[in-house]
């Protein structure tokens, strides 16, 4: 069995805002401790100097703990290193794909495909909130 790691950002930050199976939470210095499963989504991380980083996670688990937050991703891509050109053909290309599914499995692999390229959408397109 081989094992990929990869270290996406270690250090201290304002807030998170990640997304979890039952919705997209916000965490905060002083966050109650939890354990949750991390939904495919945006990553936000507003840094100690107000800039945002985003990154795309395609779902893991996350602990909350002692002003520390670990999340643990089966994969994760950083918004800046996701191209927009290629992002907006692999959707197009997802859609179309989905258009001409067929069967249960090909559906399947479709949706999930154009879930995917839109959250990497997403993640390119995302404008910060101004403080």
Do not use: Y
Request: hydrophobic content about 45%; charged content about 25%.
């Amino acid at each position: 069995m081989k094992l990929a790691r990869k270290l996406i950002w270690d250090c201290e930050v304002k807030e998170i805002i990640l997304s979890t199976n039952s919705g997209q939470i916000g965490v905060l210095p002083n966050h109650a401790p939890i354990n949750t499963a991390v939904d495919m989504g945006p990553l936000r991380i507003r840094l100690l100097n107000d800039q945002w980083l985003t990154a795309v996670l395609w779902s893991g688990f996350a602990r909350i703990v002692n002003n520390e937050i670990i999340i643990l991703g089966n994969d994760a891509e950083l918004g800046s290193d996701i191209d927009p050109e290629e992002a907006q053909k692999a959707l197009e290309i997802a859609e179309a794909n989905l258009s001409k599914a067929e069967g249960t499995k090909d559906l399947g692999e479709a949706k999930l495909a154009l879930r995917r390229a839109r959250i990497r959408i997403e993640a390119v397109n995302w404008i910060p909130p101004s403080n």
